[in-house]
């Protein structure tokens, strides 16, 4: 199964900042089917991008997905309020399917 | 609207069985595999396994095989998550969600909370 680790654990920004999350596979994603959640508390995740880098319908272009391999990152250009989250990035391309253990981004 | 609506929350005893539902609408049901997701408290999101309901082909994360079951009905457009007996350690916290036909899982259930306690 591939592992998928995610960093830093928690990201400390303010409002306006960018923001950067890496995740890292054990083995190669398939076709970089990869794609990345956002969780607010109490609430299900969100996609926010898949094929590693294609935004799914509805999210705003301040998110972007990029990577290939075992390297892929989710930058936020400029964190919103609403961006203060948990995020989780999942790979699909392998079975079983397996998600990181999640970024926190939270207010500094 | 696409949506996929979970049954209420459950609290049950160890050994008890269980059976949760996830009701799909506004898209071919059956045309899209529909995922099972399960988040301990406090926790991260674990992939549990997926069940295409046009014809019930269902694939199992082997961290859950054998411990639960994934199934369907297509005529009311309802997978469903059962356990034959609960323990403690399914207290969690479990959500549906669509394999979107374009990479991901696009749209997401409520979720549903299950607390096993004695």
């Known amino acids: 199964e591939i592992v998928l680790t995610q960093s830093p654990g928690t990201l400390s920004l303010s409002p306006g900042e960018r923001a950067t999350l890496s995740c890292r596979a054990s083995q190669s994603v398939r076709n970089s089917y990869l794609a990345w959640y956002q969780q607010k508390p109490g609430q299900a995740p969100r996609l926010l991008i898949f094929?590693?880098?294609s935004r799914a319908t509805g999210i705003p272009d301040r998110f972007s997905g990029s990577g290939s391999g075992t390297d892929f990152t989710l930058t936020i250009s400029r964190l919103e309020p609403e961006d203060f989250a948990v995020y989780y990035c999942q790979q699909y391309g392998i079975s079983p399917v397996t998600f990181g253990q999640g970024t926190k981004v939270e207010v500094k | 609207e696409v949506q996929l609506v979970q049954s209420g929350a459950e609290v049950k005893k160890p050994g008890e069985s269980l059976k949760i539902s996830c009701q799909g609408s506004?898209?071919?049901?059956?045309?899209?595999?529909i995922g099972w997701v399960r988040q301990m408290p406090g926790k991260g999101l674990e992939w549990m396994g997926i069940i295409f309901p046009g014809d019930s082909d269902a694939r199992y994360s082997p961290s859950f095989q054998g411990q639960v079951t994934m199934s369907v009905d297509k005529s009311i457009s309802t997978a469903y998550l059962q356990w034959s007996s609960l323990k403690a350690s399914d207290t969690a916290t479990f959500y549906c969600?669509?394999?979107?036909?374009?990479?991901?899982?696009?749209?997401w259930g409520q979720g549903t909370t299950v607390t096993v306690s004695s």
């Open positions: 506004g898209y071919s049901f059956t045309s899209y595999w």
């Open positions: 969600a669509r394999q979107g036909g374009r990479g991901g899982m696009d749209v």
């Open positions: 094929s590693a880098s």
